[in-house]
């Protein structure tokens, strides 16, 4: 499967194209829109996600609602556009770079003076057709009772410790947040931190936990080091934008602990096959799925542009200014749980694929299943 | 540039192939020498250790030890080998899976009962074949003045705070350290604890940071998810086997932080060109280097073989039994350092051929100075 | 450089985008659509091509119609949609597979019945796509002076032994031909077999011929095969639908000469530098540019479709029948030539981009003037 | 699956690598050496083919003879090394490029005056990987009853007009061919031509004919371009060194002909399922398998090296010189053969494991065995 994006974040439209997905999985528009929904929402976004109401259009790779395993391309409008794209335009020139964006390496590396040409596409506007993308893989992997799903564990300082049991346990509890929070009490400090930086004309960043459930053992690999599956998913969550830091299971804090407390020991019982009591490695082993829940946590950074602007140096002038300020969010953590998701199921899906076959759902399926019995007879051999 | 690595842990030998490599690279087999002397060492290593002393070949791609342009490959013999390979073997089955390898996920993935099947290329002997390739990178990098250098964090809960300045000091304070370390008190609670460990038949993990400085501003890009420098580097430090976390700049601790008070303002002077007080984002801004030191941290979780053996299954019988015991280490964390330096040249010089070409070295200086030349013409307007 | 086409042939519309783009190129819209238009023209074209008249909308990757160095995403809407797409249809199931389709065996592929779902996807109505992609990499390879042109050879028994001088006269020629033909002779007896096939509701195939002129030496490599340029070439060529055979400078032709009349010696003058008397090896050697003009000749099978339709089975009963009779064209050999053009230029730029950079043309343009030195410094040493 | 070779014709050892491979296959390195042989084998060859007998050394990936799954890696050493290779060596420098070699576009691209670092990577000598690749791969399609021969249609003027029944035939009657040919009077013919241009101190090119039997219908995809199965084989084909023009089935015949005449009508009966009277269209059709057996011509060029040089210019003097007479073969049409098949075995590979996985052979098995049953159902139900 490969996947392009394209699409400024003042541009007609924003566009994903899906070359090798499957022939015969059926997708639901609205699915789609629910998840650009769930993108744009959450305490702390700024003036422009009143403005978007973002919707799917897919103009190629469906009949009748079902994948007919050709690309599959879908477009999102842009509903803020300033008249950019390929007609003239005669906005400003935009020369002063605002920390902690691509503005200024752009501007080197592309030989730049009007940042504007930059920040088109490294706005996160770009993610979008990450969602997108992702919301088709995720319905991908549904045939495969294999869920996805997200919740904030911390803004700033304040942090929620509840885990959940389960993907259903998080949909439903983050259903109802206004911060894709499992944790009613964390929730309430969370925005109240929010409500302080937008105060303060401050940004926050905070952390994101993906859950990866149903997963069949075996996907990704130690044969070569870029097939496996915990760097893939790293790979993807780590390229969307304000991502600054990802682990697997226990992560960081794994550096800390002892061997002896830490590996999840290995136990069978005829009825249940094997199982672990615990998932300190977070579903992966060898760069495999073990079998287990698959769980990463993403740290992002405060959202970069500040409407107190920072330091910075005008590049045609070379005097200090202050930064741009555009328009911008204080926080962004609610979006950045659902284009994790999204990032996590495109990884998989890819992964998915290079065990199953590639062709339709049918046969996928079949050798799904013709998998699943070899797995399970490895279990039923031992008695 | 497309790297591949091959070889078993006790087959003959273990092999990197390098293509798209420029021609006219001098390589000293003498340093990759070194490097593979660097990732053997370190306080805490097991008996492997002291058997192996490896040299590697390179048997191709070379002419009086000036790069061709051609593939390099490169060969390290294993002298621990149990005429394991292509003859007939006939070693015992192996059937009781270690928690925290790949050997129980691997035997499903490839319904195998014998896992030594599949602990012979997910053992960490591969990584031989990584810092093969990656001190060949290095090589290339120091043409263009890139230098790179790790040093330990952290040993299970014993940690240094120590910053160094550039990795110049890194380089010479690690290389007189058991553990490639540069805080020598910091080393010794440290190298307590591996000892305590040692005598618990425990394993430990731990922190490595690397350091790559002198990277020019630019390499990378934001224009696809998949080429951002920073996604690439977490990719290939994922993609070592017991790595967990990795994080850029502040990482984790930017969830934590404000904007105002985290983003890297820009400055100015005429003498000095853009410049930054600070390098909060670890050398990266919108998945591109900035000109900064670029700096990320790999969290190592402890080694997987314990010779106080966890609970398992033995595949064929079904019963209960406790894990293989294998020769090994208590704490690699020397060794991981080595082995993400190697990762990091590979991804850097992955990108940096993307923007310079990759034919010659000759040519890909040139192309070098004349970008250096619009960096340096930016600065230069601004008066 | 990357590239994803999408797009049935009865859905919204045609897609192609271009990943990896350099930023910097001035690209026209109208020369993409006159490319369009050419594709669409020639004698012997169906029906269809009175409906269609494609225009090109540039949906992302350009501002003020220069590129940004972001993906370009084209679309080209389908005028003779049949409410296919994503939404539902009512269409009367295709069962008869065409022969020399992608009906039959797209049928075993995708467990399909109806060859509706197989032949959106594989009608030519996707080479749309191509040509718009081939068109924006002409505009690149313009700013290089690379010139490529194609023409008809020959269709059916009727063929032209005329060779042209150069691009400029193929295009010169062939402009005002009905036919993509530089012999008003030879294009006389080509429309009268096309007329009469038409009359016999048999269709035609034959031979383009592609020149790209102004090509550096040097592009492509031998280091690996999949590096060569006449691989690359010959490998997109025969991605065309309905080509069914390739070759290069004297091809075939080859077969049956010596070595000694052949190979094309080498000369040199100090006013001319290296220069070739012959071009039998038609540009390529050793999978590199070598500076002289590169000519590709492609076979073309007759149309598939057929008005007299040929047997077939019914894949839903069984029972023999007449292969479905879409509306079809008799020859497609004018389209053939852009299309051939269009994949050519993409093979060509694809290697110019490896060897030259990326980013922005200004920078690619000072790495090839940096190049194009040494390449004459060679010439020069030679006095 | 992913190939790299490396290797220079005079250093120490030719080297391929592939990954990706599947597990449990049986892997025989007597079959290898065979094909190695039939490599240097042929009325034609030079001097080199005498010192030369190539045996392979796998150097990983195997145990007890079956694949892992992990990277084979394959040395063949070089028995003529001049010293080359990463030590000093004091070759004198080849200053005079030989016309149709990589020689001159090689030292354009790579700033290069001494040739030797050109040919020594260009030499067809690296085909010795290829073939290793191809063996390992056609041994893998034997466990679906693929199966892949070749035989030399043509030397210069003298060719065959013989139509083998089916691979056994070809295999049988090129066994004892002393020009990989199925007719032993055209053989007598080419073989004289051969002798006649050794005496001329001339080389002479050909055509050599693949044969893919057994394969599957369905494998290649018309969804991109670039997963088009006669694409990929052109794409291999055209990448051996000497090879300038690809056809598949009736190739450029087809140009000439009509559709009514050409196109191959589909049959059926019950008991024999759907099948064709003719194979024009050699097997492949809408860029995917079509169940019938796969044909390929391809067209070699003379051989480049001639004993009786060509014109060419010193790079370092500037005079006009006679090409450098390495040691050469009049003809080497019999490799041609061998190293085709060997392509072609690896391409049919790639795109096989597309369609049922890449894991163990078992499983994939089980996926064909299960795609087997679709394809004859959808017989089955025409009654």
Chains 1, 2, 3, 4 share one sequence.
């Not at 007609?87 to 920390?99: G, Q």
């Not at 964390?186 to 105060?199: N, V």
């Not at 920072?310 to 045609?316: G, K, M, P, Q, R």
């Not at 694929?353 to 399926?365: P, V």
């Amino acid at each position: 499967m490969r996947i392009l994006t394209a699409g400024e974040s003042h541009g007609e439209c924003i566009c994903a194209v899906l070359e090798g997905f499957p022939k015969g999985v059926k997708l639901s528009e609205d699915f789609i829109n629910e998840e650009l929904k769930r993108r744009m929402s959450g305490v702390g976004r700024g003036r422009r996600m009143a403005i978007e109401e973002d919707k799917v259009e897919i103009i190629s790779g469906l009949r009748n609602k079902v994948t007919l395993g050709s690309p599959i391309a879908m477009l999102v409008k842009n509903r803020d556009r300033k008249i950019f794209s390929q007609k003239k335009d005669n906005l400003a020139s935009l020369s002063v770079p605002r920390p902690s964006h691509a503005d200024l390496a752009g501007a080197f590396k592309y030989q730049e003076s009007d940042v504007r040409n930059i920040l088109e596409r490294s706005s996160a506007r770009e993610t979008v057709a990450r969602v997108c993308a992702g919301a088709v893989c995720k319905q991908f992997l549904n045939n495969f009772n294999i869920r996805i799903a997200s919740f904030t564990v911390s803004v700033a300082k304040a942090s929620s410790t509840r885990k959940p049991k389960d993907t259903a346990e998080i949909r439903s509890k983050t259903k109802s947040s206004k911060l894709n929070c499992i944790d009613r009490e964390a929730e309430r400090t969370m925005i109240a931190q929010i409500r302080k930086a937008e105060c303060d004309k401050d940004s926050l960043g905070g952390i994101v936990e993906v859950w990866i459930e149903g997963l069949i053992p075996g996907v990704g690999s130690f044969m070569h080091f870029d097939k496996r599956l915990d760097a893939r998913i790293a790979y993807y969550l780590m390229s969307i934008p304000a991502i600054k830091g990802v682990e697997n299971g226990l992560g960081f804090e794994y550096a800390k602990r002892k061997g002896t407390s830490t590996h999840d020991a290995i136990f069978y019982t005829p009825g249940r096959g094997v199982y672990r009591k615990t998932n300190n490695c977070g579903g992966i082993e060898g760069g495999m799925s073990n079998g287990e829940v698959i769980i990463f946590r993403a740290a992002m950074k405060p959202i970069a542009t500040l409407r107190k602007p920072l330091d910075s140096v005008n590049l045609t002038s070379g005097k200090a200014e202050k930064a741009i300020v555009e328009r911008s969010d204080t926080s962004a953590i609610a979006a950045c749980g659902v284009i994790a998701e999204s990032m996590a199921a495109i990884a998989v899906q890819e992964l998915f694929l290079d065990k199953f076959g590639q062709d339709t759902l049918g046969e996928i399926k079949a050798n799904y299943q013709s998998y699943l019995k070899t797995v399970k007879q490895k279990l039923k051999r031992r008695k």
